[in-house]
Nanobody
Framework: QVQLVESGGGSVQAGGSLRLSCAAS????????MGWFRQAPGKERERVAS????????YYPDSVKGRFTISQDNAKNTLYLQMSNLKLEDTAMYYC????????????????????WGQGTQVTVFS
């Protein structure tokens, strides 16, 4: 089993920065893929960053590329999301997620379907 606990959310003025943290525990293999998702009221959940924990390869959608940075501290079992130049449209509940990945031959792919989720932390950007 995997446990994920987010922290660091809050209210910030547009243009400001915020760093989210996710303390992870449990089965390491099930945390091969780690990611941050967000969901605003009335909108679909969106993956905003993900990382392959073995290689640190990252993914960002265009909506946050250049503004968000995902990173991991393996010694602390903690995942981070550094958000800068925040915009009003970044307002959402942010979730930390983990998954074992889809095995393809000897490789594994991190797709959009994550099995383990935290409780979420609210980020509100105001003008």
């Amino acid at each position: 089993q995997v446990q994920l606990v987010e922290s660091g959310g809050g209210s910030v003025q547009a243009g400001g920065s915020l760093r989210l943290s996710c303390a992870a525990s449990g089965d390491t293999d099930s945390r091969y893929c780690m990611g941050w998702f967000r969901q605003a009221p009335g909108k679909e959940r969106e993956r905003v960053a993900s990382i392959y924990t073995s290689t640190s390869a990252t993914y960002y959608p265009d909506s946050v590329k250049g503004r968000f940075t995902i990173s991991q501290d393996n010694a602390k079992n903690t995942l981070y999301l550094q958000m800068s130049n925040l915009k009003l449209e970044d307002t959402a509940m942010y979730y930390c997620a983990a998954d074992a990945g889809l095995r393809v031959g000897r490789n594994r792919l991190c797709l959009n379907d994550f099995n383990h989720w935290g409780q979420g932390t609210q980020v509100t950007v105001f003008s």
